[in-house]
C-alpha cells in the first residue's frame, strides 16, 4: 500500500515550458487535491476533485489546470510555466466523509520542488 | 470564508521544554479541527484531530490539542519536547464539506 504518490519528486522549468505533475493514490479515495507551499504563507488549494471526471477551482486555480480520468489519478498541468509558479507542489486525498463529520483526514504524497526560471 | 491563524511563526525550545502552539480560526460553526506535522523534506503527517466528544484530543508521538469553542482555538500542546520534534507544524480546519484551509505553519527548532 503505497499510499499517495507523485511524479516527478524535483524538476526545473523555463519560463513558459509546460509540463504535467502526476498524483497517484491506491486508497480508493474519491477525494483528491493538489496544493502548493509557499515559504510564510501555509499549503493554498489549487485545484480539487470530488471524483472520477469532475474537478473544482481552489483557492489560487489561475495558471493551472487539472484532470481526473481515473479515480486514483490526478493530474496538474502548468501550460506555460512562469516563476511566480516556483514552488512545493503537494498532492492529497481523503475518503467522503460519514457519521456527521464534514471531512475526513487528508494523506499526501511526498511532494514535488519546481522551480521555473 | 474560513481562515487560520498561527500567530508563532518560528518557536525555540530546549530538549525537555513544554511546547503550546496555537490555532485560532475565524468561523463559529461545526468544525473539523487537524494539526499536521512536517519534518524536514518529508511530506504532511497528521497529528491529531477533533470531530466532535471530549476537547482534549490525544495524538501520535505524545501530542495533545484542546478544542476550545468559545475562543475559536485549537492550541497544541506536548509537555516535553524532543530534537526529533523540529519540524514544521501546521493546524487545519475544514471549509465547508471536504476541504481544509491550512495556516501558515510553526517552525519549531529543539535544541539538544
Known amino acids: 500500500n503505497a499510499g499517495v504518490t507523485q511524479t516527478p519528486k524535483f524538476r526545473v522549468l523555463k519560463t513558459g515550458q509546460s509540463m504535467t505533475l502526476l498524483c497517484a493514490q491506491d486508497?480508493?479515495?474519491?477525494?483528491m487535491y493538489w496544493y502548493r507551499q509557499d515559504p510564510g504563507m501555509g499549503l493554498r488549494l489549487i485545484h480539487y476533485?470530488?471524483?472520477?471526471?469532475?474537478?473544482a477551482k481552489g483557492e489560487v486555480p489561475d495558471g493551472y489546470n487539472v484532470s481526473r480520468l481515473k479515480k486514483q489519478n490526478f493530474l496538474l498541468g502548468l501550460e506555460s510555466a512562469a516563476p511566480s509558479q516556483t514552488s512545493v507542489y503537494f498532492c492529497?486525498?481523503?475518503?467522503?466523509?460519514?457519521?456527521?463529520?464534514?471531512?475526513?483526514?487528508?494523506?499526501f504524497g511526498p511532494g514535488t520542488r519546481l522551480t521555473v526560471t | 470564508a474560513q481562515s487560520v491563524s498561527q500567530h508563532n511563526h518560528h518557536v525555540i525550545l530546549s530538549e525537555a521544554a513544554s511546547l503550546e502552539l496555537g490555532c485560532n480560526y475565524s468561523?463559529?460553526?461545526?468544525?473539523?479541527l487537524f494539526w499536521y506535522v512536517q519534518y524536514p523534506g518529508q511530506h504532511l503527517q497528521l497529528l491529531l484531530k477533533y470531530f466532535s466528544g471530549d476537547p482534549l484530543v490525544k495524538g501520535i508521538k505524545g501530542f495533545e490539542a484542546e478544542f476550545i469553542k468559545s475562543k475559536f482555538s485549537f492550541n497544541l500542546r506536548k509537555p516535553s519536547v524532543q530534537w526529533s520534534d523540529t519540524a514544521e507544524y501546521f493546524c487545519?480546519?475544514?471549509?465547508?464539506?471536504?476541504?481544509?484551509?491550512f495556516g501558515t505553519g510553526t517552525r519549531l527548532l529543539v535544541s539538544p
Open positions: 486508497m480508493n479515495h474519491e477525494y
Open positions: 487545519a480546519v475544514n471549509e465547508g464539506f471536504q476541504k481544509l484551509v
Open positions: 492529497a486525498s481523503s475518503s467522503l466523509a460519514g457519521g456527521g463529520r464534514l471531512t475526513d483526514e487528508q494523506y
Open positions: 468561523y463559529g460553526g461545526t468544525v473539523n
Open positions: 476533485s470530488v471524483g472520477e471526471g469532475t474537478t
